[in-house]
């Protein structure tokens, strides 16, 4: 029939889902990292210590995330997306959960400085960025905005969740919430849903017929180029 859509057409295409997900990880990850500040100040409360000794453990955070970035680099190029971008909810999300647990301040820093870092590392705008090649070409500009976008969305929407939760039920509650979230829902999400590139599938970039898809010429390799280094200026932001 005239009015159905072919199953590989552009509306169909499994990228898309694979552009969803990456959405959401990027809004729960970011939410993760800049959730930092918002749990500073019922750490400082109840615990009496210093904004300096806390942001220390941002600022340390940074530069594991930084040593540890090409070693997460060289398993994408390796392993592939499925292989390292799910590890990096699991990780992000034993931060979270654990802390729950927090007592001092040595646990801080063992939960920033080690698991979200390294979590980042796996799973940050770098990744993403990497990934979404492997998926698109001629629509590969919509692809990365959507992708992006979730970083912002995310905030913008559970921090206020994050901040309501901490209000009315306390910050270790929320720490655990938040945790259990990235555990039990998108880390699985992310290992079931996840596929390193169309080709794996029997897809074609784009998701169009044969030969509509092709890599473009030099000048978009250049982009290409320009677009990978973006995502990583992103990342360290």
Not at 23 to 33: D, P, V, Y
Not at 66 to 74: D, E, M, N, R
Not at 128 to 146: E, N, Q, V, Y
Not at 213 to 219: D, I, V
């Amino acid at each position: 029939m005239s009015g159905e859509t072919p199953p590989n057409s552009p509306w169909f295409f499994y990228g898309w889902v694979v552009i969803g997900l990456s959405f959401a990880t990027q809004g729960f990850h970011s939410t993760a990292r800049t959730s930092f500040s918002v749990f500073q100040v019922p750490l400082i409360e109840e615990f009496g210590w210093s904004r300096g000794a806390l942001g220390g453990a941002f600022a340390f955070m940074m530069v594991v995330y930084a040593l540890t970035g090409p070693f997460a680099g060289s398993r994408f190029e390796r392993y592939g997306p499925r292989a390292v971008i799910p590890w990096g909810s699991v990780l992000i999300g034993i931060t979270l959960a654990g802390g729950f647990f927090i007592n001092s301040l040595l646990h801080v820093y063992i939960l920033t400085c080690v698991f979200l870092a390294v979590g980042h590392a796996l799973s940050g705008f770098s990744m993403h960025g990497a990934l979404i090649p492997r998926w698109f070409s001629k629509k590969r500009g919509l692809a990365a905005g959507i992708s992006l976008s979730g970083a912002g969305v995310g905030s913008l929407l559970l921090v206020p969740v994050l901040v309501w939760t901490i209000e009315s039920y306390g910050w270790r509650a929320a720490y655990l919430i938040f945790g259990l979230a990235l555990l039990l829902v998108l880390a699985p999400a992310n290992f079931l849903l996840l596929r390193n590139r169309a080709e794996d599938m029997g897809l074609s970039l784009d998701g169009l017929p044969s030969g509509e898809s092709e890599e473009p010429p030099e000048s978009s390799r250049i982009e290409k180029k320009a677009m990978s280094a973006g995502w990583v200026f992103m990342s360290m932001r």
